[in-house]
């Protein structure tokens, strides 16, 4: 099945296309495009900035030396809602590669992106070789796919492999050292693939059931088999009604659901309020953790990387729904 590459780029040049009127009279010479890619770097490193943490951490681990990796959105903070800032329109400017996850998951950066790629900067989207299979469509996202695919690591190893093909069209003198480091790190993501299998599976299936801030764990959901529901859609622009909280709360209470989850970038209240429902009709629920969904820990710390953000999730849950995992996680690197 074909991969949405060529699609994507299709989009993006009928985009570019569209604007190009409003915008500028004079339209860019033949080879200009959004899809045209630079000559290769200057110089070592050559400087690549990212969007989210997830996509920073695996450019980073395919890059390796041969480039220096800056991110634009930081911890906690939530990418369906970002609005790019002077200094990160300059910073992209100034950048040699770029890098976003996409499927729509940066949705207010998507102008910037186009206008970016029209100078011929190379601007790469990390979902770009996910099959259509793999994807999940909500009927309640518009037609659109869900855009977390990093919640199942075998979805993020099709965003390193894509990454490395990148880089290695960028900088072809050095492809065989972006392809040796993919794979490396690719076989650091089947174990935590592993990792979160046994553990989740450890979880009494009558207690295997996550409520969360938002739709971002569908993904998780379907690898591992565990039933995921959601306070808000996918994107966190949407807000959850009163009926909506007043179902979850039944579902809760039917189905003595005993822990419920906040996420470090969703604000807490509508979690607290389904707690708060919760009790008025005479059923304790706890809180079980914060989980990374859409951002990862703080910069520099183990859960600040992408295996760290999913070893945590996974830890955190199994623990708190009643299955076995190691308090400090798969490596023994986890904040007890």
Same mark, same amino acid.
């Given at each position: 099945?074909?991969?949405?590459?060529?699609? !994507?780029?299709?989009?993006? $040049?009928?985009?570019?296309?569209?604007?190009?009127?409003?915008?500028?009279?004079?339209?860019?010479?033949?080879?200009?495009?959004?899809?045209? &890619?630079?000559?290769?770097?200057?110089?070592?490193?050559?400087?690549?900035?990212?969007?989210?943490?997830?996509?920073?951490? %695996?450019?980073?681990?395919?890059?390796?030396?041969?480039?220096?990796?800056?991110?634009?959105?930081?911890?906690?903070?939530?990418?369906?809602?970002?609005?790019?800032?002077?200094?990160?329109?300059?910073?992209?400017?100034?950048?040699?590669?770029?890098?976003?996850?996409?499927?729509?998951?940066?949705?207010? !950066?998507?102008?910037?992106?186009?206008?970016?790629?029209?100078?011929?900067?190379?601007?790469?989207?990390?979902?770009?070789?996910?099959?259509?299979?793999?994807?999940?469509?909500?009927?309640?996202?518009?037609?659109?796919?869900?855009?977390?695919? /990093?919640?199942?690591?075998?979805? /993020? !190893?099709?965003?390193?492999?894509?990454?490395?093909?990148?880089?290695?069209?960028?900088?072809?003198?050095?492809?065989?050292?972006?392809?040796?480091?993919?794979?490396?790190?690719?076989?650091?993501?089947?174990?935590?693939?592993?990792?979160?299998?046994?553990? %989740?599976?450890?979880?009494?299936?009558? &207690?295997?059931?996550?409520?969360?801030?938002?739709?971002?764990?569908?993904?998780?959901?379907? $690898?591992?088999?565990?039933?995921?529901?959601?306070? &808000?859609?996918?994107?966190?622009?949407?807000?959850?009604?009163?009926?909506?909280?007043?179902?979850?709360?039944?579902?809760?209470?039917?189905?003595?659901?005993?822990?419920?989850?906040?996420?470090?970038?969703?604000?807490?209240?509508?979690?607290?309020?389904?707690?708060?429902?919760?009790?008025?009709?005479?059923?304790?629920?706890?809180?079980?953790?914060?989980?990374?969904?859409?951002?990862?820990?703080?910069?520099?710390?183990?859960?600040?990387?992408?295996?760290?953000?999913?070893?945590?999730?996974?830890?955190?849950?199994?623990?708190?729904?009643?299955?076995?995992?190691?308090?400090?996680?798969? &490596?023994?690197?986890?904040?007890?």
């Amino acid at each position: 099945m074909k991969t949405r590459r060529t699609t !994507m780029s299709l989009c993006v $040049a009928t985009i570019v296309a569209l604007a190009l009127p409003a915008c500028d009279r004079n339209p860019p010479a033949a080879g200009t495009g959004p899809t045209t &890619q630079a000559a290769g770097p200057r110089s070592y490193p050559y400087t690549i900035v990212a969007t989210t943490g997830m996509v920073r951490d %695996i450019v980073r681990q395919v890059a390796g030396e041969r480039a220096k990796v800056s991110g634009l959105i930081g911890s906690g903070v939530d990418p369906h809602l970002y609005k790019p800032t002077r200094s990160d329109v300059a910073a992209l400017l100034g950048a040699d590669v770029i890098f976003y996850s996409g499927l729509m998951l940066e949705g207010k !950066m998507s102008d910037t992106f186009v206008n970016v790629a029209r100078s011929g900067k190379p601007v790469f989207a990390v979902t770009e070789k996910i099959e259509e299979s793999f994807l999940l469509d909500p009927p309640e996202f518009a037609g659109h796919h869900d855009p977390h695919v /990093w919640m199942d690591p075998k979805g /993020w !190893m099709k965003g390193v492999e894509a990454v490395a093909a990148s880089l290695g069209e960028f900088d072809a003198p050095n492809v065989s050292d972006y392809k040796r480091n993919a794979e490396a790190y690719l076989n650091e993501l089947t174990k935590l693939d592993a990792y979160a299998s046994r553990s %989740i599976a450890t979880i009494p299936q009558k &207690q295997r059931v996550l409520v969360t801030a938002h739709d971002a764990f569908n993904y998780f959901g379907r $690898a591992y088999d565990i039933e995921v529901r959601g306070i &808000q859609g996918i994107s966190t622009e949407s807000e959850a009604g009163l009926q909506d909280l007043n179902n979850l709360v039944g579902f809760i209470v039917d189905n003595d659901i005993r822990a419920v989850f906040v996420e470090s970038s969703v604000a807490e209240k509508n979690v607290r309020a389904l707690i708060d429902g919760a009790r008025s009709r005479g059923k304790a629920v706890k809180i079980g953790g914060t989980l990374f969904s859409d951002a990862m820990g703080p910069e520099g710390t183990y859960e600040g990387t992408y295996i760290g953000m999913i070893d945590h999730n996974v830890t955190i849950i199994t623990r708190a729904l009643g299955g076995e995992a190691p308090e400090r996680g798969m &490596q023994g690197k986890l904040n007890p």
